[in-house]
């Protein structure tokens, strides 16, 4: 397997031809691409359900995470694993990476006629695939495998049009049967057509509105400089934007006051944060010192 270093965030991980075999309802393996994702460009949390089957705890993630993460209801992918139990509960751990750093790997794969197959976290003997939709990703475009069918009506046709010379009136209706069937993947291939234009269009427009949301924070950034900037025994509970602004309201837990100043100081050196404000600390369980901050982040292209 060849391993390609890009950034200083990502490993990429170009699939050899060994690694699968050829299928006819896959895209061929050395368009496949891996990323290797770094702890800071995945957002964590616990959540602690009641004992369920597998099936059940698949919907109680879906249904509980959006509660629990920086992200509007669409946009992340994640995945989880079970943590153990405690309390008669389940302890799950749960990865989530936004749809926007998703975006843009797909641009980078793209840029090197891949396919973006896997973005991976990998936890201590877990190697956990956070994209939801990573087995669409390895079927083969609708584009080829309609042009797989013109080909096999169109070897049909000429098929039947060699064998009209020998059983010309027995032929018959199967050469009209065939017509028909020509005509009907000419009209699937003009709605093809179509749909392909109002895709297009559909893009531009999605243009347009990223360049108009271009004040809004960069998750990816406020995510990354959140992390890099928590000291030793300091830890987050929670990131909530509020409406319609750059403001963040951060809560959390430290072991005493010089992990908050710690924190307060690595905030402020940020170049991610315009101001940073500790509205609140108090004293929760087991000795540790709850802090609330008020974060105001700076817009994208700032």
């Known amino acids: 397997m060849a391993v ?6 990502s490993v990429f991980k170009v699939y050899s031809m060994k690694s699968f075999g050829n299928s006819l309802f896959r895209i061929p ?4 691409l891996e990323v290797v994702l770094q702890e800071e460009q995945v957002f964590t949390c616990h959540l602690a359900l009641p004992m369920m089957p597998a099936r059940e705890l698949a919907e109680a993630v879906r249904w509980e995470l959006p509660l629990h993460v920086p992200f509007n209801e669409e946009g992340y992918h994640y995945n989880y694993r079970l943590a153990g139990k405690r309390d008669g509960l389940q302890q799950v751990e749960v990865f989530v990476v936004s749809k926007e750093l998703v975006a843009q790997y797909d641009e980078l ?4 006629s891949l396919v973006l197959t896997a973005l991976r976290v990998q936890i201590g003997k877990d190697n ?3 994209l939801m939709d990573a087995k669409k990703r390895m079927r083969p ?3 080829k495998l309609y042009n797989l069918g013109t080909a096999l009506a169109l070897g049909l046709g000429v098929l039947l049009l060699a064998g009209s010379y020998c059983y010309r009136e027995q032929q018959l209706g199967k050469l009209s049967e065939a017509e028909v069937r020509l005509r009907g993947l000419q009209i699937w291939q003009q709605r093809f057509e179509d749909g392909e234009a109002r895709q297009k269009k559909l893009d531009q427009l999605t243009t347009t509105l990223r360049n108009l949301e271009g004040e809004g924070l960069v998750w990816s950034e406020v995510l990354a400089a959140l992390g890099s900037s928590m000291p030793k025994d300091c830890w987050l509970a929670s990131v909530k934007q509020k409406e319609a602004s750059r403001m963040l309201e951060v809560h959390g837990k ?3 006051v010089p992990q908050v100043k710690q924190l307060l100081q690595n905030l402020e050196a940020s170049t991610v944060f315009k101001r940073v404000t500790l509205t609140e600390t108090g004293e929760g369980k087991n000795g540790l010192l709850s802090y609330k901050l008020l974060l105001e982040g700076k817009g994208a292209g700032k």
């Open 109 to 112: 794969a793209k840029s090197r």
């Open 254 to 256: 430290a072991k005493g």
């Open 29 to 32: 393996s050395e368009q496949c």
């Open 141 to 143: 475009s609708a584009t």
């Open 4 to 9: 390609k270093i890009l950034d200083e965030k």
């Open 128 to 130: 956990l695939n956070l």
